[in-house]
T-cell receptor, first 111, second 117 residues
Framework: GQNIDQPTEMTATEGAIVQINCTYQ??????LFWYQQHAGEAPTFLSY????GLEEKGRFSSFLSRSKGYSYLLLKELQMKDSASYLC????????????FGTGTQLKVEL | GAVVSQHPSWVICKSGTSVKIECRSL??????MFWYRQFPKQSLMLMAT?????????EQGVEKDKFLINHASLTLSTLTVTSAHPEDSSFYIC?????????????FGSGTRLTVV
């Protein structure tokens, strides 16, 4: 089976930096996505990594190490509106390019 | 950008009845659409992959006779929950793949909250 693990919950302070980790063990790998999801809404795309290294996009950065089966999402200058669920998803090789989602991390930003 | 319209946004139905959920790609052709189910405070679980003009591919453990998927055109896929039971109550989300957007081409619908009473 596919295993994609994330911490269940995290709490951080407004203005701070938070790192959300994702570890995966999958049968094949063809890229990793990070999505943000507010309760009752559709996930929105944040970042994509397919090669090792860091991808920076404004306040959000994502890192990938394929040899370690590890990724993280870094959120800087946290705002209250960043309180949401963060999902990592692995695109598997073959299988119609489907995405397999991790367990999800609920982030709460406090004053 | 690409838009996927999903309807209804919420529905309440009686146990034993069937419910149809529609997913439309508004400004692109989606040869592949994905259907997910999400229980409260849990992640998205892929139910099936539907390809236009062919039978859907279901994930292990998903009953294909209970969750009927039809992808009759390049812009429309439907999920019908047949003989619904309270345990089918969940948040259902579709995703359409826009090949023109390359690796970024996964657009999600706004989801359907199904409550079976």
């Amino acid at each position: 089976g596919q295993n994609i693990d994330q911490p269940t919950e995290m709490t951080a302070t407004e203005g701070a930096i938070v790192q959300i980790n994702c570890t995966y063990q999958t049968s094949g790998f063809n890229g990793l996505f990070w999505y943000q999801q507010h309760a009752g809404e559709a996930p929105t795309f944040l970042s994509y990594n397919v090669l090792d290294g860091l991808e920076e996009k404004g306040r959000f950065s994502s890192f990938l190490s394929r040899s370690k089966g590890y990724s993280y999402l870094l959120l800087k200058e946290l705002q209250m509106k960043d309180s949401a669920s963060y999902l990592c998803a692995v695109k598997l090789t073959g299988g119609g390019n489907k995405l397999t989602f991790g367990t999800g991390t609920q982030l709460k930003v406090e004053l | 950008g690409a838009v996927v319209s999903q309807h209804p946004s919420w529905v309440i139905c009686k146990s034993g009845t069937s419910v149809k959920i529609e997913c439309r790609s508004l400004d692109f052709q989606a040869t592949t659409m994905f259907w997910y189910r999400q229980f409260p405070k849990q992640s998205l679980m892929l139910m099936a992959t539907s390809n236009e003009g062919s039978k859907a591919t279901y994930e292990q453990g998903v009953e294909k006779d209970k969750f009927l998927i039809n992808h009759a055109s390049l812009t429309l896929s439907t999920l019908t929950v047949t003989s619904a039971h309270p345990e089918d109550s969940s948040f259902y989300i579709c995703s359409a793949r826009d090949i023109g957007e390359g690796v970024y081409g996964y657009t999600f619908g706004s989801g359907t909250r199904l409550t079976v009473v």
